[in-house]
T-cell receptor, first 114, second 109 residues
Framework: DVKVTQSSRYLVKRTGEKVFLECVQD?????MFWYRQDPGLGLRLIYF???????EKGDIPEGYSVSREKKERFSLILESASTNQTSMYLC?????????????FGSGTRLTVV | GIQVEQSPPDLILQEGANSTLRCNFS?????LQWFHQNPWGQLINLFY?????KQNGRLSATTVATERYSLLYISSSQTTDSGVYFC???????????WGAGTKLIIKP
């Protein structure tokens, strides 16, 4: 079965810390995404990547960066964590078949910044 | 950019009931997807439905693209249907998904 694995299910970090959220896929998909999910706001796109070493800003990139050195791994980096970055973070991959974009999501990382 | 609105925001039903969830979008789209997020956070795609009607077991979805809305029907609800249902459409800016805020469904036994 195809998988998108996020390294941590729950994470608690202190304000100002540098935080790494890791996402690994075993499906050889080119496209990978980082979203954050907040109540009442749905999912908002932080960054996405369509190939190794390629990245594009999403709708809310401020305070985040990403790294994609290998096809299977897409990392989200909080350079200096702040309390307003407390959220659920979801990683996803996408494979396009014809006109259909098929998304596969990880289980999420619930990050609390104190 | 495109706005996506879902209603109702919350829905509590008894097992066995039927439900209709609505998704309105502010501009024409060539793609719409429905997703379910279970109470443990796992998101899965339910339907890819830019127009017309599709059925999958107890779930069906209808999109009326000309009127800019989509409906998700759940019949004979089960407790395992609980969770949050999202609809999403592509952004005109970068072709990535724009998500509604979701409908949180609770099915009571």
């Amino acid at each position: 079965d195809v998988k998108v694995t996020q390294s941590s299910r729950y994470l608690v970090k202190r304000t100002g810390e540098k935080v790494f959220l890791e996402c690994v896929q075993d499906m050889d998909h080119e496209n990978m995404f980082w979203y954050r999910q907040d109540p009442g706001l749905g999912l908002r796109l932080i960054y996405f990547s369509y190939d190794v070493k390629m990245k594009e800003k999403g709708d809310i990139p401020e305070g985040y960066s990403v790294s994609r050195e290998k096809k299977e791994r897409f990392s989200l980096i909080l350079e200096s964590a702040s309390t307003n970055q407390t959220s659920m973070y979801l990683c996803a991959t996408k494979k396009t078949q014809g006109i259909i974009d098929g998304y596969t999501f990880g289980s999420g990382t619930r990050l609390t910044v104190v | 950019g495109i706005q996506v609105e879902q209603s109702p925001p919350d829905l509590i039903l008894q097992e066995g009931a039927n439900s209709t969830l609505r998704c309105n979008f502010s501009d024409s789209v060539n793609n719409l997807q429905w997703f379910h997020q279970n109470p443990w956070g796992q998101l899965i795609n339910l339907f890819y439905i830019p127009s017309g009607t599709k059925q999958n077991g107890r779930l069906s979805a209808t999109t009326v693209a000309t009127e800019r809305y989509s409906l998700l029907y759940i019949s004979s609800s089960q407790t395992t249907d609980s969770g949050v249902y999202f609809c999403a459409v592509p952004s005109q800016r970068n072709y990535q998904l724009i998500w509604g805020a979701g409908t949180k469904l609770i099915i009571k036994p």
